[in-house]
């Protein structure tokens, strides 16, 4: 089945330590985008990537990091500069040009 | 600035009446595009409904539809015939074009509107 694959779906850490979330597409789509979702809040834009070897910051890029290596996988890590990383992250993808974007499941990040 | 704001943090409808969400969207270009997801307890994102900048109808789809007024910039969900599994988040979005970054386009969405439909 085509779709969008987020892992793992929990996640537990230690203060200080970086972590990667994955995320990979079988849709062929070419824009992939990272969102962070906070409790009783909405979704705000971390990075998007229309293709291949480029991708651009969103709102609250600081602390995170990506990377677009091939057009299926849109890996986001986590850095120990995030002073609060504990939120719910999903992963998106889409055709580009007014077309939806269909999410993952979502990956819940604790710091601990 | 906002781009996108959801002025209802809550709504309450009673099963199998209407309830329409607001949304209104901030963006200097012409060429954009609107979207309504459902966000159940479970954490998945549910497509719901596209209007597109140019399009001259409003969207429909089942017992979905948007009100777009373009002048307005408004893009309010109707819910027909509310039913007890709508109870969810519900989040408008839009998608515009990046002019800093030629060819790439910024997804950003509202902060949601929490639908409670009672018995």
């Known amino acids: 089945d085509g779709g969008i694959t987020q892992s793992p779906k929990y996640l537990f850490r230690k203060e200080g330590q970086n972590v990667t979330l994955s995320c990979e597409q079988n849709l062929n789509h070419d824009a992939m985008y990272w969102y962070r979702q906070d409790p009783g809040q909405g979704l705000r834009l971390i990075y998007y990537s229309q293709i291949v070897n480029d991708f651009q910051k969103g709102d609250i890029a600081e602390g995170y990091s990506v990377s677009r290596e091939k057009k299926e996988s849109f890996p986001l890590t986590v850095t120990s500069a995030q002073k609060n990383p504990t939120a719910f992250y999903l992963c998106a993808s889409s055709v580009t040009k007014n077309t939806e974007a269909f999410f993952g499941q979502g990956t819940r990040l604790t710091v601990v | 600035a906002q781009k996108i704001t959801q002025t209802q943090p809550g709504m309450f409808v009673q099963e199998k009446e209407a309830v329409t969400l607001d949304c209104t969207y901030d963006t200097s270009d012409q060429s954009y595009g609107l979207f309504w997801y459902k966000q159940p307890s479970s954490g998945e994102m549910i497509f719901l409904i596209y209007q597109g900048s140019y399009d001259e109808q409003n969207a429909t789809e089942g017992r979905y539809s948007l009100n777009f007024q373009k002048a307005r910039k408004s893009a309010n969900l109707v819910i027909s015939a509310s039913q007890l599994g709508d109870s969810a988040m519900y989040f408008c979005?839009?998608?515009?074009?990046?002019?800093?970054?030629?060819?790439?386009?910024?997804?950003?969405f509202g902060k949601g509107t929490k639908l409670t439909v009672n018995p």
């Open positions: 979005a839009m998608r515009e074009p990046n002019l800093t970054q030629g060819g790439s386009e910024k997804l950003v």
